[in-house]
């Protein structure tokens, strides 16, 4: 039986699933049931389904959002639900994370707190110093793409009720309103980029600490993870409980009603169902930081204030708008979000000829996929390097440019060597002439398939001149191993060093490399 | 060493046809006429025969649609009644469904239920009218009140206190001005971290609490507890009060026990306070200390029993021995220890003999929640077509919410 669900409850599912799958329970018919648990974004188990390339049994994103949205369009399809009646695994509220000292910096502890406080923060061009502290620079937030994952979609709706001063009935003249496009793009314009996964924002802003995130949307359980002794911040962090209400993110699981989906499928996904609402099962989900879903189960540490969260709250519950209201809140946020100002670079050496021209073949589809994930006010540039490098595009707009360079892409080949270091650095150069008025992301995505063979600068020259330093220095660069004999370490070190991520891919799997690094922007 | 003694042919054929006759005979004595219902046992094969024999007949099985808030008693009732005597040839299927679904579902014509439970006989009037027409019978054979539960307000004890110093008293009404207040706690209790007064019923078209606090709405409004007119239902004025009150309420939830159970895992931030059942209610009262603190209960002025009747359907497809085995089912439920178990699960029981102030039960446990034996004025059931047109006129003001 195939099981998709939001990776944020990954690892008390692994751990679960792992004892169900060695009990070795049985249908009636006596056919053992094996669950295949695959953890992914909350969007992605939706689109998933819809698309058809996964035919999972069983599905729980972190929401009641997104079976509302996946009912929704297969109704449009099939004029059927998509997914049936559901029940809630565990609980976490939609809180903001922030370090402890500068949640008490704006009031944390003294008054109730919420996105007005979070839109003062942002709007103020002088940061921390309008609040007497300097030495933190500006204010750095971040939620992930409100499309790919739970979490942002509950963000972007929390500051629309926050605009519209209201805690329901979220209406389309809301959406319209000059003022809540205002507050949006006020909040936005703090993002420091984007992202897939809820996860991935929590551990970056334990591990990179304050000088990557003042403050981050994440779930009460993943601020309960940075209390895990394999975290090292600087100071502890806290979940501020907006005063304007938030969302639960409550994990509904619900059987998918499917032609692929049997009697016995169904039969097994109930007895699995039942297990993992058991007591056993849900107070394991517990240490994890969930709330159990069995109200007879009462709270205990780590919910607690020393772990940073507070089991008191939050005060005021959201109510999940209509699919219409849903949809025209994507758009707005499309229209205010912070832009991005992207650099693809990439590989056209020799090697990339290799696997019967697939790798080159599948490079060139990714980067058509990354161009056609983007937004219209995104501004894009190309390089194809060898041992030299070429701009082939340089800051177009993708709204009037997007099929010019598709074709442009399309007509790249492979030969030569490779000059990686001195074509990042020459793509870094340019984006910081660009300076400090360019208030876009700005990001660097590297695809490279093997080692440098041909730059002048050596690769600790070109860390130092790229490295992160949370004021000046701020582009980013993404970097993608492509194929077997790319050097991952290298390309791991200089993603590091500007805070940004390194991913691997081959072909087969680049297309989805390159949608989750247009996650992030 | 002498031989064992022999049997002759003939002896052999002797014994052959007396064994043969004592099958033939049992065989008579316990196979019933080929005419009877199928599912009822009625198998002629020698495998049959021997199961009878041997005791191991086919369990007669019945469906019993039920609404969730007896859910845990009656799970703990099959499991019993399948160990008494009475239950051992017996298959109870229990099949949760809202009161108003099952309705539905029946009129349909779901063949595997053979018994229904509603929480009240709120909607059996309706039920039967719309049966009849259909099958000029009426579709319930036998009908007893399996236990009696009233409705309550349930409030989170913190938010309980500042709500009584504001308004005095918890009514419909008093809910009502609490959910107009455009500052909600603000303006309540000076409390504006505590956001918007949230209050909660079940959905009226699906769950039989929802519609009880339609029918209370309307007896509250017109402070009378009976005689409820369709023309009092379709006054301007009452259509305004009720559309109100809808337009604040949050929620409605297809179940009254899924709706308390969210009440307790999310807390005050879901609800500040709900129109359940008072079993409901009960049922959740020590879970709740665990999660955000105490509950408290409060007793409308207008009130009405849910008196979870059990009706031994009469449809074509319940055969005679169905009918006899959801007969048994219901003596079974109506017997003094299983009544005695209602009481656990916080309902009055519906045996008059068994007694409810005793040591270990909830009224007399849990009275600092503020349970009560003695309730408010009760009010009539109000006829189908008043039923009818509540419904129609709150799916009307729901399309303009």
């Known amino acids: 039986m195939t099981f998709t669900y939001g990776s944020e409850k990954e690892e008390w599912l692994k751990d679960v699933t792992a004892v169900w799958n060695r009990e070795g329970h049985k249908t009636a018919a006596g056919r053992t049931i094996l669950v295949n648990a695959i953890p992914m974004g909350s969007g992605e188990c939706i689109d998933e389904l819809i698309a058809g390339t996964r035919r999972a049994h069983l599905t729980s994103p972190a929401s009641a959002a997104f079976i509302q949205l996946a009912n929704a369009k297969w109704r449009a399809k099939t004029g059927r639900d998509l997914v049936g009646a559901t029940e809630n695994l565990v609980l976490s509220p939609v809180v903001i994370a922030m370090w402890k000292p500068m949640a008490e910096a704006i009031g944390w502890g003294k008054k109730p707190i919420g996105w007005q406080e979070?839109?003062?923060?942002?709007?103020?061009?002088?940061?921390?110093?309008?609040?007497?502290?300097?030495?933190?620079?500006?204010?750095?937030?971040?939620?992930?793409?409100?499309?790919?994952?739970?979490?942002?979609?509950?963000?972007?709706?929390?500051?629309?009720?926050?605009?519209?001063?209201?805690?329901?009935?979220?209406?389309?003249?809301?959406?319209?309103?000059?003022a809540t496009a205002q507050?949006?793009?006020?909040?936005?314009?703090?993002?420091v980029h984007y992202g897939s996964s809820t996860g991935f924002f929590g551990r970056k802003m334990f591990e990179r600490g304050p000088g990557f995130l003042s403050a981050a949307v994440l779930y009460e359980s993943v601020v309960i993870e940075s209390y895990s002794p394999k975290y090292a911040p600087p100071f502890p962090v806290v979940a501020i409980y907006p005063k304007e209400g938030t969302f639960w993110s409550d994990h509904p699981v619900g059987i998918v009603e499917a032609e692929w989906v049997t009697p016995e499928h169904r039969e097994a996904a109930k007895a699995y169902i039942q297990y993992l609402l058991a007591p056993a099962q849900q107070a394991k989900a517990v240490p994890y930081g969930f709330r159990p879903a069995l109200p007879e189960m009462t709270l205990s540490a780590p919910i607690d204030a020393a772990h940073g969260v507070d089991p008191k709250e939050p005060k005021t519950t959201l109510q999940v708008p209509s699919t219409e209201v849903i949809d025209a809140a994507l758009d707005m946020w499309r229209q205010n979000k912070r832009h991005a100002n992207i650099s693809l670079l990439l590989d056209i050496s020799g090697s990339m000829n290799s696997e019967g021209g697939a790798r080159i073949g599948g490079a060139k589809a990714g980067a058509r996929q990354l161009v056609e994930a983007l937004g219209?006010?995104?501004?894009?540039?190309?390089?194809?390097?060898?041992?030299?490098?070429?701009?082939?595009?340089?800051?177009?707009?993708?709204?009037?440019?997007?099929?010019?360079?598709?074709?442009?892409?399309?007509?790249?080949?492979?030969?030569?060597?490779?000059?990686?270091?001195?074509?990042?650095d020459a793509a870094y150069t340019r984006m910081s002439a660009r300076g400090a008025k360019d208030d876009r992301i700005r990001a660097i995505v590297v695809l490279t398939d093997g080692e440098d063979t041909n730059s002048t600068l050596k690769?600790?020259?070109?860390?130092?001149?790229?490295?992160?330093?949370?004021?000046?220095?701020?582009?980013?660069?993404?970097?993608?191993?492509?194929?077997?004999?790319?050097?991952?370490?290298?390309?791991?070190?200089?993603?590091?060093?500007?805070?940004?991520?390194?991913?691997?891919?081959?072909?087969?799997?680049?297309?989805?490399?390159?949608?989750?690094?247009?996650?992030?922007? | 060493m002498s031989e064992s003694p022999q049997l002759t042919w003939m002896g052999k054929l002797v014994l052959f046809l007396f064994i043969g006759g004592c099958l033939f005979g049992a065989y008579k004595l316990f196979v019933k006429p080929a005419s009877a219902p199928a599912g009822a046992g009625s198998s002629t094969s020698a495998t049959g025969l021997l199961d009878r024999l041997s005791g191991n007949g086919p369990a007669v099985e019945i469906g019993v649609a039920y609404g969730t808030e007896k859910k845990r008693w009656l799970e703990w009732a099959v499991e019993e009644f399948g160990r008494s005597s009475a239950g051992a040839k017996i298959k109870v299927k229990l099949i949760p469904m809202g009161s108003l679904e099952a309705a539905q579902a029946i009129l349909k014509g779901d063949q595997q239920i053979h018994v229904w439970s509603p929480a009240s006989a709120l909607y059996k009037d309706v039920f039967v009218q719309e049966w009849t027409i259909q099958h000029s019978t009426s579709p319930i054979a036998r009908e007893e009140p399996l236990a009696l539960t009233p409705m309550v307000f349930v409030f989170w004890q913190e938010r309980y206190e500042p709500f009584l110093a504001k308004y005095g008293s918890v009514t419909l009404r008093t809910v009502s001005q609490a959910l107009a207040e455009k500052s909600g706690w603000a303006g309540i209790a000076q409390r504006p971290d505590w956001g918007l007064f949230k209050f909660g019923h079940t959905h009226p078209n699906e769950s039989n609490s929802g519609l009880m606090t339609l029918v209370l709405l309307a007896h509250e409004h017109y402070k009378k507890t009976a005689r409820l007119e369709l023309s009092e239902i379709l006054d301007p004025a009452f259509q305004a009060w009720m559309g109100a009150f809808e337009r604040g309420v949050s929620g409605l939830a297809n179940s009254t026990g899924t709706m308390m159970r969210d009440m307790v895992l999310r807390g005050p931030s879901s609800y500040d306070g709900l129109f359940v059942y008072e079993n409901v209610a009960i049922d959740y009262l020590k879970s709740a200390e665990g999660r955000w603190g105490e509950l408290r209960i409060a007793y409308p002025a207008l009130n009405m029993w849910n008196d979870n009747p059990y009706y031994v359907l009469n449809t074509p497809w319940s055969t005679p021995e169905q009918r006899k085995a959801a007969n048994a089912f219901l003596d079974f439920l109506l017997s003094e220890p299983v009544q005695k178990r209602s009481l656990e699960h916080g309902f009055r029981p519906g045996n008059p003999t068994?007694?409810?102030?005793?040591?270990?039960?909830?009224?007399?446990?849990?009275?600092?929640?503020?349970?009560?034996?003695?309730?408010?004025?009760?009010?009539?059931?109000?006829?189908?077509e008043v039923i009818n047109n509540l419904l129609a006129s709150w799916q009307r003001n729901q399309g303009s919410r």
Do not use: M
């Not at chain 1, 507050?183 to 993002?191: D, L, P």
């Not at chain 1, 082939?392 to 598709?406: F, I, Q, S």
């Not at chain 2, 039960?361 to 109000?382: D, M, N, W």
């Open chain 2, 354 to 384: 068994v007694p409810i102030k005793v040591p270990g039960s909830p009224f007399v446990e849990y009275q600092r929640f503020g349970l009560k034996v003695e309730i408010g004025a009760i009010c009539e059931t109000p006829r189908a």
């Open chain 1, 183 to 191: 507050f949006v793009s006020g909040i936005e314009n703090a993002v």
């Open chain 1, 376 to 424: 219209d006010a995104d501004r894009f540039s190309l390089l194809a390097f060898n041992q030299t490098a070429r701009w082939l595009h340089d800051g177009v707009l993708l709204k009037e440019a997007r099929p010019t360079v598709a074709s442009t892409i399309d007509s790249l080949y492979a030969e030569g060597g490779t000059a990686l270091y001195d074509s990042i």
């Open chain 1, 459 to 521: 690769l600790p020259g070109l860390l130092d001149r790229i490295r992160f330093d949370g004021e000046r220095q701020t582009i980013r660069v993404f970097t993608i191993a492509y194929g077997s004999e790319a050097k991952k370490d290298v390309l791991q070190q200089i993603a590091e060093a500007t805070q940004a991520r390194s991913f691997e891919g081959k072909p087969e799997n680049i297309r989805a490399v390159f949608r989750d690094i247009s996650a992030f922007f």
């Open chain 1, 118 to 178: 979070i839109l003062a923060l942002a709007r103020e061009p002088q940061g921390w110093t309008t609040r007497g502290f300097p030495q933190w620079g500006s204010f750095k937030f971040g939620h992930t793409h409100p499309e790919a994952s739970n979490s942002g979609l509950i963000a972007l709706f929390a500051e629309a009720y926050a605009a519209a001063g209201k805690t329901r009935d979220l209406t389309l003249a809301d959406l319209r309103r000059p």
